[in-house]
């Protein structure tokens, strides 16, 4: 099983260049304005232009209103919309796109919140995250444990929070997820990417096998 790779708050293009070269399979755009990483719509659609066939681009939003979700989806090139907010499950669909819906985790509590949204409109994929302040970002981790309880669910998952090139093969083989997810691991700075760290993460995801 080849697990997947996002690299999220990219707000370079030569970030994002460097992260396709590393074989990241997802960049990840975010749109919540008090977020470090926040770009705007242009910056946005130059990032997206730098997609590769096979990648995905995707808008990270944080109790964003539908219409200008719709917007940006539309105007910069979004393969996939990460709600990364308090945003209910019905409010999980009419995009156009497939949805990564956010969960933070900081007890079983929170998985079982989690399990609410499986078959929600157009949730495609469960991101379960750390508790940081501010929604996300934070480089705060949870209980990996708690993954296997959405081991029935017939959901793709990404573990992310707190990942970094040290602890993330440990992650995969905790959680066997679909994906792994970072931002604040591998940064110089918010939003400034570390491309020696960015190519460890990778490298070190996707030469770990598991069956
Ligand atoms: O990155 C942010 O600044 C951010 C702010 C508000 C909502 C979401 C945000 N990031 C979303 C992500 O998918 C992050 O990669 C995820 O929260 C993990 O972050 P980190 O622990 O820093 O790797």
Redesign the pocket.
């Known amino acids: 099983m080849s697990t997947r790779v996002?690299i999220?708050?990219i707000t370079r293009v030569e970030d994002a260049r460097m992260a396709w070269a590393a074989g990241a399979d997802a960049l990840?755009l975010?749109f919540?304005l008090?977020?470090?990483?926040y770009v705007t719509p242009e910056v946005a659609a130059a990032l997206a232009r730098t997609r590769p066939a096979l990648g995905a681009v995707v808008g990270?939003f944080?109790n964003e209103s539908p219409d200008v979700i719709r917007a940006r989806v539309r105007d910069c090139g979004l393969t996939s919309v990460?709600l990364?907010?308090d945003e209910p499950p019905e409010a999980c669909a009419g995009y156009g796109v497939p949805i990564i819906k956010?969960l933070r985790v900081r007890g079983p509590e929170d998985v079982e919140k989690a399990r609410t949204y499986v078959g929600a409109g157009d949730v495609a994929t469960l991101?379960l995250?750390?508790a940081?302040p501010?929604?996300?970002?934070?480089?705060?981790?949870f209980d990996w444990s708690l993954v296997a309880r959405l081991a029935d669910a017939g959901v793709p998952v990404l573990v992310?929070?707190?990942?970094?090139p040290g602890n993330v093969r440990e992650a995969v083989r905790a959680t066997r997820p679909y994906g792994v997810?970072?931002?604040?691991?591998v940064e110089v700075s918010?939003g400034v990417k570390d491309a020696e760290a960015v190519r460890a993460f990778v490298r070190a995801v996707k030469t770990l096998a598991w069956e």
Request: charged share 15%; with cysteine.
């Open positions: 996002k999220c708050g990840g975010n919540y008090r977020s470090p990483r990270v944080v990460q990364h907010g956010a991101l995250d750390g940081a501010g929604y996300g970002g934070g480089g705060v981790g992310a929070g707190g990942l970094n997810d970072v931002a604040s691991g918010p």
